[in-house]
């Protein structure tokens, strides 16, 4: 029998979905717009540029950034949203008691493009789901005290 989530956990269940919501959709563009970045920097050639010579953003040859270095900074900013993420994950993980591979998919969601899109959609599915079921039985104890 898997585990269920204590119930002094339970309001907190919310908070942490919402979280984690907010950093899969956050963690996802930036990873999209690495993607992006990789493909206009080793495939094309080109990094992003801002604020330099060329305009305020351009796109520049490899190696000839004189400015700030966009791409750096898409990289380093997906770093730290998915460092937010995997304790986003980790929140929502040891709130539900889900097993440990569940982690692991969930946290892969940061790192496979388009991946943290469709986890969120099916971890937050399931989350609610779990929290109306909750709720619909809170509420049938409660109409069956009052009855009796």
């Known amino acids: 029998m898997p585990l269920a989530p204590k119930p002094a956990d339970i309001p907190r269940i919310p908070g942490a979905l919402r979280l984690y919501k907010v950093a899969s959709i956050i963690t996802g563009v930036f990873l999209l717009l690495l993607c992006a970045e990789m493909i206009a920097k080793y495939a094309l050639g080109y990094e992003l ?20 270095n966009l791409s750096t900074g898409i990289l380093m900013a997906h770093g730290w949203f998915y ?7 980790f929140r929502l993980w040891s709130l539900m008691r889900w097993p440990f591979s569940r982690f692991i998919l969930i946290a892969l969601g940061g790192v496979v493009p388009t991946l943290s899109f469709f986890v969120e959609v099916r971890v937050a599915r399931e989350v609610k789901a779990f929290l109306a079921a909750r709720e619909g039985a809170a509420t049938n104890e409660t109409v069956q005290e009052a009855r009796a």
Do not use: H, K, S
Not at 50 to 68: E, I, S
Not at 83 to 89: G, I, R, S
């Open 49 to 68: 540029e801002l604020g330099g010579p060329n305009g305020f953003l351009a796109m520049v040859p490899r190696d000839t950034v004189t400015a700030v």
């Open 83 to 89: 460092v937010l993420y995997l304790f986003a994950d």
